[in-house]
């Protein structure tokens, strides 16, 4: 399997048409992005188009914003690190801090993360500050939004969205396996989830 890719700035994102190309989306680390209004509308995108999806890191804590928006009419949602004083940060900073640093997961059944590791328990890499802030966690994974990656705690760090091919979001970055010289077994799956839209096939888990 072959898959060519592009990356575009978020800043360059405030209509369809850079995305009208694509797929599927991934919304990579590294925030704040040059413009968080970018980042949503890429994020929007692949929600309402059905387009594989996949979020890491800051990827993850937009998509949660983009839900909380979008979804629950949360318009105040917003980011702590861009907006210390929002009314609603659902995103907030970590209690501790997990700059280069590395987590045991449990992975819910029946989840694509699980389809995508074979395995319901996992070890994975990060390198962020922020998360999913616990106060708005309940009603942010109440409904299609659902956690499906739980470190010892309880704390959320994968989500996904029922009824869309491939909607994951993850605050680990799968994609740090590379460093090791490994294939991230989520970022195969959501290139295989990628290839399936490419080809005009069902996509399966």
């Known amino acids: 399997m072959r898959a060519a890719f592009d990356w575009i700035a978020t800043d360059a994102i405030d209509t369809d048409a850079p995305l009208d190309k694509f797929d599927a989306i991934w919304v990579v680390p590294a925030s704040p992005y040059r413009s968080m209004d970018g980042a949503l509308h890429a994020i929007t995108f692949a929600r309402t188009r059905g387009l594989p999806f996949l979020g890491t890191c800051a990827g993850f804590q937009h998509a949660l914003i983009e839900h909380a928006r979008s979804t629950l009419g949360w318009a105040d949602a917003d980011h702590a690190e861009t907006s210390p004083n929002a009314a609603r940060p659902v995103v907030a900073a970590l209690a501790c801090s997990l700059v280069e640093a590395s987590e045991t997961l449990r992975l ?28 708005f966690a309940a009603e942010l994974t109440s409904g299609p939004l659902r956690a499906t990656a739980l470190d010892i705690v309880g704390d959320v760090r994968g989500i996904e969205l029922d009824e869309h091919p491939f909607f994951v979001a993850t605050l680990f970055q799968p994609e740090r396996a590379a460093l090791d010289g490994r294939v991230p077994p989520l970022v195969a799956a959501f290139v295989r989830a990628a290839a399936a839209i490419a080809d005009h096939e069902p996509l399966r888990a």
Request: charged share 20%.
């Open 108 to 135: 819910e059944p029946g989840s694509r993360l699980a389809a995508a590791y074979d395995a319901l328990e996992i070890t994975e890499q990060y390198r962020c500050n922020y998360g999913l802030n616990p106060a």
